[in-house]
C-alpha cells in the first residue's frame, strides 16, 4: 500500500494551496480517508476526513470554513483545498487511510478518531506572514 502526497510549498497568509494523494495497493473506494498534519514541536493533529459510504467529511475547527476535503474514486485520490492560509497552518501534512468497515456512518461516527492504519510520508507546507 502506498499513499503518495503532493502539492505542498510556500505560500502567503492569505493565500492557497491543494494538497493531493494518491494511493495504491488498496481498495480505495472502501477506505475512510483524511488528513493530518504536524508542526515542528507538535502533536500530530487532524485536518479533515471523508468517509467511503456516504462521503461524509468532517473538518477540524482550526480550519473548517477554509479547508475543504474531496475524494475521487476513479482517480483513488484524495485531495485537500486550503484557503485563506494562516501561518499556524504551516505544517508536515500526512495522508492516511482507514478501512471503510470501521470508520465511518453508525459504526464510528468520528472520523477523526478512526484507526488509521496506512499513513504517506508528508507534504512540507510553509505559510509565511
Known amino acids: 500500500v502506498q499513499l503518495v502526497e503532493s502539492g505542498g510549498g510556500l505560500a502567503q497568509a492569505g493565500g492557497s494551496l491543494r494538497l493531493s494523494c494518491a494511493t495504491s495497493?488498496?481498495?480505495?473506494?472502501?477506505?475512510?480517508m483524511a488528513w493530518f498534519r504536524q508542526a515542528s514541536g507538535k502533536e500530530r493533529e487532524f485536518v479533515a476526513a471523508?468517509?467511503?459510504?456516504?462521503?461524509?467529511?468532517e473538518i477540524a475547527d482550526s480550519v473548517k470554513g477554509r479547508f475543504t476535503i474531496s475524494r475521487d474514486n476513479a482517480q483513488n485520490t484524495i485531495t485537500v483545498e486550503m484557503n485563506d492560509l494562516l501561518p499556524e497552518d504551516t505544517a508536515d501534512y500526512y495522508c492516511a487511510a482507514a478501512d471503510g468497515l470501521y470508520c465511518g456512518g453508525s459504526v464510528h461516527p468520528d472520523l477523526s478518531t478512526c484507526s488509521y492504519s496506512y499513513w504517506g510520508q508528508g507534504t512540507q507546507v510553509t505559510v509565511s506572514s
Open positions: 495497493g488498496l481498495e480505495f473506494k472502501t477506505y475512510a
Open positions: 471523508v468517509s467511503w459510504r456516504i462521503q461524509e467529511t
